[in-house]
């Protein structure tokens, strides 16, 4: 039997032909489960791996694994408030 350009095709006497491929199955409910609610807004969540960053960063001696954690960290501030910026008043085109 050769594949079809239609897709899945089911053999007379197929038990399975009303069933939707594994593949298709598999991949409906791994979109289910991504379905999550957001505790947190973006800016929270860099917030808070800011500090986490800085946190772990303040334990090791000074080097280079700390100055790339600060570093991070320093992204991570700097993501977050890119939100105020881009919606601050002084960036709105004029009307």
Known sequence: ?????????????????????AILAEWSSAMQQRRFKDVLTIPDRLIQEAERLRAEAKKLPPGIERHEL?????????????DQWLKSPGLRSPQ
């Open 70 to 82: 600060e570093r991070e960290a320093r992204q991570a501030e700097t993501a977050a408030h890119l």
């Open 1 to 21: 039997m050769f594949p079809s350009p239609q897709g899945p095709t089911a053999a007379i006497g197929d038990e399975n032909a009303d069933r939707a491929p």
